[in-house]
Every structure is written in structure tokens, then in C-alpha cells.
């Protein structure tokens, strides 16, 4: 497939999982929170299609880029409320975009880096997801963050989810960029230090800290391995 198509399928996906989601709130059908997440899970999971489909880095990371201005108009505005209505002064719907062109233009071009950005964005997209979610429907025992609580619950959400997006990047992209499916053990290491990073995050910056650390630590372990 051509980028040209490849540009012109992101931004057809990511206006239609917006407006599902918005016309999902709209129609009262869900929560603002539930209509968030989706739009943070189907976002976020594009990143498969994003390493398998483009050929060049730049178009690549030009949807989330547009997405940090369009994001950050629309949390000065709210426009997307089903976005921007539990954040507050909370910056993670810029901070989400920025990660993922962060992430496409330092670590497209290397080796391994492709399989490491999309297991880093697929972590925030579901294991973030998933421990808000369990978290919030079944939190019961809840311990201190550095600007809430968290649950540790919601915590081990986070972890089987991480592991499971590291386990499906590294599988997906196996064929596409000639390199080994990530190993059990360096899933296990990698998907508690997210978990440990998404507790500790502060007013939505995990949402940066997360795919960035998550990535930068899988393409970190793999450098060492190929010089070992």
C-alpha cells in the first residue's frame, strides 16, 4: 500500500472511532469515561496498521502530530467532550499524541524499532485501559499514588494487558521487519516496569512516560542482546 492511502485510511479511522464514541455519549448510551476509552484504545491500537502499512517515518507521525494542536484546541474548547470531559486541566490527550510521533520519528529508521513503538503504544491503549476500567468497577484494595490512588486491581489489569501488547507487537511485526517475537522473559521485566510507571504517573503524563519508557526499555534490552 502507498503512504498516500496509508495517511488517508488514519484519518478516516480516527474520525470514525471519535464519532462513535461521541454519538455513543451523545445518544446516553455511555458514560463519559467508557466513551473516552474507547477512543484511547482504538487510537492507540492503530499504531499496528501505522508500522505495517506506511513506508516513510514523516507520514507516518503526521496524523499524531496534527493530533497535539488538534487535541490541545479542543481541550482549551472541548470540543470532543467524550475526550476532554474528565480531564480538567489534565494534559494526557496532548501528551498521547506526542508519544506516538515522539516514538515514530526517533525509532522508525532502527533496528528493532518499530516492533518497540508499536509494543509501547499498544501497552497505553490497552493496559492503561484496562486498569482504569477494572480499576474503577472493581478497586478494592487501593494504595497511594503521586497524585491519587491507584488499585491493585487495576494494577494487575495493567500488567496482563501490557504483557499481552508487548506479546501481539512483537508477533505482529515479526513478519514485516524480520526480527524475533519478544521472549517471556523480557515481556514479564517489561510490562511490570510499565505497570510501575503507569502507578506513578502524575496528571496524565503517563500517557507519555508510559509507551515512551515501555518502548525505549524493548529496544534498549534488544541492543543489548544483539551486542551480547
Not at 515481556?187 to 504517573?201: D, F, H, M, P, Y
Request: glycine share 14%; charged share 10%; aromatic share 10%.
Amino acid at each position: 500500500m502507498n503512504d498516500g492511502l496509508a495517511l488517508a485510511l488514519s484519518f478516516v479511522w480516527v474520525a470514525a472511532v471519535v464519532g462513535v464514541a461521541e454519538g455513543l455519549r451523545r445518544g446516553g448510551r455511555i458514560s463519559f469515561g467508557l466513551s473516552r476509552k474507547i477512543i484511547h484504545v482504538g487510537i492507540g491500537t492503530w499504531i499496528l496498521p501505522t508500522v505495517l502499512l506506511f513506508h516513510s517515518r514523516w507520514l507516518a507521525a503526521a496524523p499524531p502530530a496534527l493530533f497535539i494542536l488538534v487535541n490541545a484546541l479542543s481541550l482549551r474548547f472541548r470540543w470532543t467532550k467524550s475526550m476532554d470531559a474528565e480531564a480538567g486541566s489534565n494534559a494526557g490527550t496532548i501528551w498521547f499524541p506526542l508519544s506516538f510521533t515522539v516514538l515514530i520519528l526517533g525509532l522508525w529508521g532502527v533496528a528493532g524499532g518499530k516492533a518497540a513503538t508499536c509494543a509501547g503504544l499498544l501497552v497505553l491503549a490497552w493496559g492503561d485501559a484496562a486498569a482504569a476500567l477494572v480499576g474503577q468497577r472493581w478497586g478494592r484494595h487501593r494504595y497511594r499514588t503521586g497524585d491519587g490512588w491507584r488499585s491493585v486491581e487495576g494494577s494487575a489489569a495493567m500488567l496482563v494487558f501490557s504483557a499481552l501488547a508487548i506479546g501481539v507487537a512483537g508477533a505482529a511485526t515479526a513478519s514485516t521487519t524480520g526480527a524475533q517475537p519478544y521472549g517471556p522473559a523480557r515481556v514479564a521485566v517489561v510490562a511490570i516496569a510499565a505497570t510501575l510507571i503507569e502507578a506513578a504517573g502524575r496528571r496524565g503524563s503517563d500517557n507519555f512516560l508510559v509507551p515512551v519508557g515501555t518502548a525505549l526499555l524493548l529496544w534498549g534490552l534488544g541492543l543489548v542482546l544483539r551486542m551480547g
